[in-house]
């Protein structure tokens, strides 16, 4: 290593990233260019995933190498499945690694906590431009912890809404999200009220067994699915008219129908929709 590598601390990264919809031109360019396989000259393999049993814990290591940037980089993240809203540390955390391409020395060393949260829902705001219905008037999100944040920051930058809604297992949660975020969100007390008619759907929860249906949504609706290692959000739609996207590469869904669009998955009627 030549030289002593730079450090960005979350603020430094927030300082960098003030609007996560600065995210979506680049996001867009590398989902394209990811999309295009081999042409695209981004390698990016499935996420591994070590448990950590003991602790009901998880560790990702994300390498990636985009050549059109000639940016070579890796997140390490660790999520925790008994995380504890009371905790002092967030379920997530995230650091990236930046290298030098030509030689391999590390470059920086970046909080990856800011990047995740707001990487991750400007990929669910790209895949809701192409398949959100043509007009979507209600925007649904399930989960109150720091993904709920960072989509509805983005949603509401990039779409005009007529109404959010939120659900959240503890309805103080929702609560407290209705009253920190700046524009007006409905908070309902079930899933089912909260999806019903809803165009969009945002699943951000830490649920490991489904907890929402089919027969609640409505037909066309759009759902960003953010699910845990195991897909465990996302029931089986297969005989509806919507569209799922699904982000963070899973091993279960590698021998489905659905195929890659970058980091994100695209299904309509059971097939790809891209
Ligand atoms: N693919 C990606 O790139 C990516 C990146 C980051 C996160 N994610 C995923 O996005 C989801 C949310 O992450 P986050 O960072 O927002 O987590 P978080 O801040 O820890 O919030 C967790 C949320 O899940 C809820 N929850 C926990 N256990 C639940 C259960 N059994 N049933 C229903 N709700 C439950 C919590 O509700 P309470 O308020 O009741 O505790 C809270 O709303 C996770 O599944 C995470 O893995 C994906």
Not at 208 to 215: D, H, K, Q, S, Y
């Given at each position: 290593m030549s030289s002593v590598p730079a450090f960005l601390s979350a603020a430094d990264v927030q300082d960098h990233l003030r609007s996560s919809s600065l995210l979506i031109p680049p996001l867009e360019a590398a989902l394209a260019n990811f999309s295009s396989g081999p042409d695209g000259g981004v390698m990016q393999p499935v996420r591994t995933v070590v448990p950590v049993a003991k602790h009901r814990g998880f560790l990702g290591v994300m390498p990636a190498y985009s050549a059109a940037e000639d940016a070579l980089t890796t997140k390490l993240v660790t999520f925790y499945e008994g995380h504890r809203t009371t905790s002092t540390v967030p379920s997530h955390q995230a650091t990236v690694l930046l290298f030098q391409p030509s030689d391999g020395s590390l470059l920086a060393v970046m909080d990856g906590n800011v990047i995740t949260a707001k990487r991750t829902a400007a990929v669910s705001a790209i895949a809701t431009k192409f398949l959100k219905p043509p007009s979507s008037e209600v925007l649904c999100i399930l989960g109150a912890g720091v993904q709920a944040y960072s989509h509805y920051e983005v949603f509401t930058e990039q779409f005009s809404f007529k109404e959010v809604r939120i659900w959240n297992r503890t309805k103080e949660n929702a609560e407290k999200f209705a009253n920190t975020v700046q524009g007006e969100v409905r908070v309902c007390s079930s899933v089912q009220e909260a999806v019903t008619g809803a165009d969009v759907i945002i699943t951000v929860t830490?649920?490991?067994?489904?907890?929402?249906?089919?027969?609640w949504v409505k037909p066309g609706a759009h759902i960003n699915g953010r699910p845990r290692p195991s897909p465990s959000q996302a029931p089986p739609f297969a005989a509806r008219t919507i569209s799922i996207s699904l982000s963070g590469l899973m091993q279960p869904f590698e021998n489905s129908p659905c195929s890659r669009l970058g980091g994100t998955r695209a299904i309509r009627r059971g097939g790809l929709r891209s």
């Open positions: 830490m649920a490991t067994e489904p907890i929402l249906f089919g027969e």
